[in-house]
């Protein structure tokens, strides 16, 4: 090899380098694209006790930077149940994702009685299940 060759060498290496991860890049997202099922059915997210939506910021925002959703909506749920959303669902929407947002957080009326605390908690999800059915028809 000579001198011109050797000094190339670095360059080509550093190109085939940023070409290969490149195609790693789009290859990975395409592969995300497919292996996740496509469907209009929503995905929700919900918080544990004493958080908020913004727990679930993290996860529903890698879905969306691996090309599983374009679609984030926040349902925001009030302490009488109901349920209003920041945004609507648009159409025929792939993969879309529910962060819900629980006003009473913390049960507040069953520090004494946590099992129906629990299924007082399971009326606010259930109420979003039905926001969102309602939204479809």
């Known amino acids: 090899m000579d001198v011109s060759t050797l000094k190339r060498f670095p360059l080509i290496t550093i190109l085939t380098t940023i070409l290969a991860f490149c195609c790693l890049a789009v290859s990975s997202r395409a592969m995300a694209i497919q292996h996740y099922r496509q469907s209009t059915v929503p995905t929700i997210f919900v918080h544990g006790w004493g958080s908020s939506a913004r727990a679930e910021d993290k996860m529903a925002r890698a879905a969306q930077r691996a090309g599983v959703t374009k679609t984030i909506v926040r349902a925001n749920v009030d302490r009488q149940g109901k349920v209003?959303?920041?945004?609507n669902i648009p159409k025929?929407?792939?993969n879309p994702i529910v962060e819900v947002n629980l006003a009473d957080n913390k049960l507040s009326h069953y520090k004494d009685n946590y099992t129906a605390g629990y299924h007082h908690g399971g009326t606010y999800v259930k109420n979003v299940v039905?926001?969102?059915?309602?939204c479809k028809k």
């Not at 209003?84 to 945004?87: G, T, V, Y």
């Not at 039905?130 to 309602?134: E, F, G, I, R, S």
């Open 84 to 87: 209003s959303f920041d945004r």
């Open 92 to 94: 025929g929407a792939i």
């Open 130 to 134: 039905k926001a969102l059915a309602d």
